[in-house]
């Protein structure tokens, strides 16, 4: 059974940092391509980084470039989200997900085959 768990989640002071973890189980995960995604109350779900397992490399959107980190530990099979000076406009649940999207498609979240079951992330103003 494939299996994506999101945890890391909490209340946290403007400013702050989380690091978020996605633990995978039933598929490769070294060959698959991770990413993570928000989704705010009444707002589209959106990309925010992503681990391209093809060639390492990682992609972030403006709104997180230089905040966030992706990374993974294939031998956990465990993904992660660093997030540092979080604001409040970072509150949202954060999914993640994996797939194997092409590099420049990798914000479009049809492309991903499995989903966690999402973390809450508040920051407070």
């Known amino acids: 059974e494939v299996q994506l768990q999101a945890s890391g989640g909490g209340f946290v002071e403007t400013g702050g940092s989380l690091r978020l973890s996605c633990a995978a189980s039933g598929f490769p995960f070294a060959h698959y391509t991770i990413g993570w995604f928000r989704q705010a109350p009444e707002k589209a779900r959106e990309g925010v980084a992503c681990?391209?397992?093809?060639?390492?490399?990682?992609y972030y959107s403006d709104s997180v470039k230089s905040r966030f980190a992706i990374s993974h530990d294939v031998a956990r099979n465990t993904a992660y989200l660093q997030m540092n000076i979080l604001k409040a406009e970072d509150t949202a649940v954060y999914y993640c997900?994996?797939?194997?999207?092409?590099?420049?498609?990798?914000?479009?979240?049809?492309?991903?085959?499995?989903w966690g079951q999402g973390t809450l992330v508040t920051v407070s103003s």
């Open positions: 997900a994996a797939g194997r999207p092409i590099s420049s498609a990798w914000i479009t979240s049809s492309l991903y085959y499995y």
């Open positions: 681990f391209n397992s093809g060639d390492g490399t990682t």
